[in-house]
């Protein structure tokens, strides 16, 4: 197959590139490097240093010759994404190229306008594109169960409920009630991409992804392969966040009472569900919506996690609370379907304590690179306020 995968520079975009080549797939990334260019401004880098694209291009094409291409430009560019999918004829778009970041598009006016331009026109300039080049392609877009919110007295169902309302039954949308400007762009994306398969026939799949944890995949072999690790208070996810802290003997940071519940997935199994939905597309002209996690925790259960796995290791680990930032229920009601994977043979490969001793080992090795940034790690963007630590002259990523 021919995989056209949006956002390859990124922490998934780079291990489903060497899952799909891995495979015998055709792969062709895009990217702008607007993820290194973000965790730069609000003054932090990847844990786990990563190599230039020009250097990770060399190893790749070694091994699999003219089966991997690249272009660097960005989607809001209509002209190059045009481009792009006219050139390629893609079998698969894999759509990972998004400012992901619920805490930058909280900062202020520009970080906010800039996650919705980047995010949305973005993905209309994809859809657009398909339609003229490659209308017969799969879309595969990253969403997040975060566009379902957390404040739901009722079971989530996997994009689609069945409603009675006046003696009348009608299957609509499940409600979308998102907790920040990014988490927004991604109903929005959401709804466009619907419309689109409506009104021209495509065909997609739409994830609504949960958290993502991890250092490393089964085709990250060496230190040369590594994928990007953060773990500032900005991008780095919660649970990576608390590896990271763990190995410099700084309290695991939980905000508020910690019981808000999400789902989670380890990076390796998320690039199995990415494969799985590769491979068993919808129906011609069907948008399907997919639930994508493992396990449902809340906040502190997984800083008792991190704190378990590293005291057995020797470290002494605190768990501390403090202000919640974020505008939220500390403690809600949460329980969401996930079965359309399970019913295409996704089956979890990785227990969250074995990942979090591999993560821990992995990132001592880079102890001095975490304690280096630390500010990173307490840098709280407060959702009314922006964020504490000014950001001076913010280097916002613009069309190349």
Known sequence: MKILILGMDGYIGWSLALSQLNFGNQVCGIDNYSRRKCVEEVGSWSAMPILPMSKRLEILRKKYGDKISFYEGNLVDSQFTNDIIKKFKPDAIVHLAEQPSAPYSMIDQ???????????TGTLNVVYAMRKHAPKAHLVKLGTMGE???????????GFMEIEFRGKKALIPYPKMAGSWYHWTKVHDSNNIM????????????????????????????????????????FGTVINRFCAQAVIDHPLTVYGKGRQTRGFLALEDSIQCLSILIN????????????????????RELA???????????????????????VEKEEHYYKADHEKL???????????????????????????????????????????????????????????
């Open 148 to 158: 379902y919110g957390y404040g739901n007295d009722i079971d989530i169902t996997e």
């Open 304 to 326: 008792e996690h991190v704190k378990n796995v590293g005291n057995k290791k020797g470290l002494d680990l605190e768990i501390e609370s403090i202000e919640n930032p974020r």
């Open 110 to 120: 520009q970080h906010c306008l800039y996650t919705q331009n980047n995010n949305v």
């Open 195 to 234: 419309f689109a398969c409506k009104l021209w026939n495509l065909t997609s799949t739409d994830i609504m992804q949960g958290i993502v944890y991890g250092t490393r995949t089964d085709e990250i072999s060496h230190d040369a392969l590594h994928t990007r690790f953060d773990f500032d208070e900005v």
């Open 280 to 299: 068993n597309p919808p129906q011609v002209g069907e948008y399907r919506v997919v639930n994508q996690f493992d396990e449902q925790y809340n906040v």
């Open 342 to 400: 399970k019913q295409l043979g996704f089956k979890a490969t990785r227990h969250i304590d074995d990942q979090i001793s591999m993560m821990l080992d992995d990132l001592v090795q880079y102890k001095d690179r975490i304690l280096a940034k630390k500010d990173a790690i307490v840098q709280v963007v407060k959702w009314n306020d922006g964020i504490k630590q000014s950001v001076v002259n913010p280097t916002i990523p613009r069309k190349n």
